[in-house]
């Protein structure tokens, strides 16, 4: 399931359960490729635009995009940085569910 943050409170969004976070752009050619991967997983994915949530992606150090933010429960469990391919994913959201 994808969803885009828009006037939600990101706390209130990944509150529950694990959530993919994607801070992308629109003019970002890797957040494109990352885009079309996100669409075949079967995992929660949230999608930040960075031109329009900039003071949200400054809090959570948002350098370069793409950035994706792991959560679970709320928490933050991991971030990478850069394109990554579904299997990398994948092995990440099983990390995280084992603890």
Same mark, same amino acid.
């Given at each position: 399931?994808?969803?885009?943050?828009?006037?939600?409170?990101?706390?209130?969004?990944?509150?529950?359960? &694990?959530?993919?976070?994607? *801070?992308?752009? %629109?003019?970002?050619?890797?957040? @494109?490729?990352? #885009?079309?991967?996100?669409?075949?997983?079967?995992?929660?994915?949230?999608?930040?635009?960075?031109?329009?949530?900039?003071?949200?992606?400054?809090?959570?150090?948002?350098?370069? &995009?793409?950035?994706?933010? *792991?959560?679970? %429960?709320?928490?933050?469990?991991? @971030?990478?940085? #850069?394109?990554?391919?579904?299997?990398?994913?994948?092995?990440?959201?099983?990390?995280?569910?084992?603890?």
């Amino acid at each position: 399931m994808i969803k885009y943050l828009e006037n939600e409170n990101l706390n209130d969004a990944i509150k529950e359960g &694990i959530w993919l976070v994607d *801070f992308y752009a %629109d003019w970002c050619g890797p957040c @494109k490729m990352l #885009g079309s991967i996100l669409e075949t997983m079967d995992t929660n994915v949230l999608k930040i635009n960075v031109d329009t949530h900039e003071e949200l992606a400054t809090s959570y150090g948002v350098m370069s &995009i793409p950035t994706i933010c *792991f959560f679970k %429960d709320g928490n933050l469990m991991q @971030k990478v940085i #850069g394109f990554r391919n579904k299997e990398e994913l994948e092995k990440i959201i099983e990390e995280i569910k084992k603890n």
